[in-house]
């Protein structure tokens, strides 16, 4: 570890963290990168005092939108004047909903996406790597209407406008809705 | 334990994303030609995730073989002989029964497959298949539910999805089949032996299948093979044609 002292205009680990708490994330923009869980470690380089290596974890292998939010997080840093940025792709442990703050799941509400709940992230850890039960997910009590907040909805289909999503219709006041699916 | 050649290694990593890759490239080609909006959106998804999987292992493959080669030049710079997917994902889409047959029979193995290797002796594969784990429980739940739904829904839709499943069971033994390749990998602790897989899987499909009011096909059936040792149906070189023309066109080519 580089010590603080061996460059002191550089700015501290905490402002990183403060600064790229708000980049948006680009497809569900009203939550940060920071937020969703996707930086996982920031750190100056042990080589390097102004290199600031980021650690990021994808949600999903195949989402469109890391190399988008592994720019965003470069540009961000370099605008507020960081030399050198070095992006690090931790697969292990692998993303969870988990990691999605509280402050996240409250924004995502409101933006008209139910957040995860503890019964959906419950099953979604039984199901993880298992031969599935048929016929579940139908209805799911725990999941709040974004728009009325009735609890009594339906799934539509399993994908909905993204892969992190599913897509569910509520039977009181009809409209469908996002859900920020368990992983 | 013996440690396994990076020879057989490449091979071993190649055989697992070039299955992912080319189902990737089969599913695509329904984009925006779904039978429903919901339909289409849950094919592309299940596309990239496996994109990103296929991603994933080539370029690990890539590492083992020390040549240089990225994921892209795996994926777009070799010919259908240089393929080690299992012929089942190569299988023309058909119908929608077709489609999500193929994709029911592939996944209820690939969730099997996946969880053997998360306890692999090499932490890179651990940790792919970890990632790659959440993802194909999933695309499994929607498999599985559209094939009940599907079996057990009309006449036309049961007579389809059952033609669908005799049609396809012959590309199945190939997933319970080992080579010397699998052998070395399960001997060095990197793999796992295929055919200790089957039991499970037929339990499980045969459970979803009895729902669906669906017939399993005959057990002493003749089964195709080839596929993870590069010998393909003709199917795959038109598939390759069209995923690698504009890389070859303009090689290195970026938006």
């Known amino acids: ?183 | 334990m013996q440690a396994a050649s990076n020879a057989s290694k490449m091979i071993y990593l190649l055989r697992l994303g070039d299955s992912a890759l080319v189902l990737s490239q089969r599913i695509s080609e329904l984009c925006g030609k779904g039978p429903a909006l919901e339909e289409d959106l849950a094919l592309a998804n299940t596309a990239l995730d496996l994109l990103g999987q296929a991603r994933l292992w080539l370029s690990y493959a890539g590492e083992i073989e020390g040549d240089g080669r990225d994921e892209d030049a795996l994926a777009f710079l070799r010919s259908d002989r240089e393929f080690h997917n299992l012929l089942i994902v190569e299988q023309l889409n058909g119908n929608y029964a077709g489609t999500i047959m193929r994709q029911f029979l592939f996944d209820a193995w690939h969730t099997l497959a996946l969880a053997q290797l998360t306890q692999s002796s090499d932490p890179r594969i651990c940790e792919i298949a970890q990632k790659s784990q959440k993802e194909v429980t999933y695309h499994l739940r929607r498999s599985s539910d559209l094939i009940v739904r599907m079996g057990d829904g009309t006449e036309v839709s049961h007579a389809l999805t059952q033609a669908a499943l005799d049609q396809l069971w012959p590309f199945t033994g190939e997933m319970f089949t080992g080579d010397a390749i699998d052998e070395e990998m399960t001997a060095a602790g990197v793999g796992f032996d295929p055919a200790q897989l089957k039991q499970t899987w037929q339990t499980y499909i045969d459970q979803v299948f009895t729902v669906a009011t669906l017939q399993l096909p005959r057990q002493d059936a003749w089964m195709q093979k080839g596929g993870k040792q590069g010998v393909h149906s003709e199917h795959l070189s038109y598939l390759l044609a069209e995923m690698q023309v504009l890389h070859r066109a303009h090689p290195g080519a970026k938006w």
């Open chain 1, 1 to 183: 570890m580089v010590t603080e002292r061996a460059s002191p205009n550089r700015p501290s680990i905490d402002e990183l963290w403060s600064w790229l708490a708000e980049v948006p994330d680009p497809e569900i923009p009203v939550v940060s990168v920071v937020d969703l869980g996707i930086v996982r470690d920031i750190a100056w380089s042990s080589q390097d005092a102004e290199t600031a290596i980021i650690t990021v974890t994808p949600t999903y292998s195949g989402c469109p939108a890391t190399d988008v939010i592994g720019q965003m997080i470069q540009e961000e840093l370099l605008k507020r004047g960081v030399k050198r940025v070095h992006l690090r792709v931790q697969l292990s442990p692998a993303w969870t909903t988990q990691w999605l703050t509280d402050k996240a799941r409250q924004k995502l509400q409101e933006y008209g996406i139910a957040p995860p709940t503890e019964e959906t992230a419950a099953e979604g850890d039984a199901l993880s790597g298992s031969l599935v039960t048929l016929g579940q997910g139908a209805h799911t009590p725990s999941l709040a209407c974004p728009r009325c907040g009735s609890t009594n909805n339906e799934m539509i289909s399993r994908f909905g406008s993204t892969p992190c999503k599913s897509l569910h219709r509520c039977l009181d006041c009809l409209e469908p809705f996002d859900h920020f699916k368990c992983h």
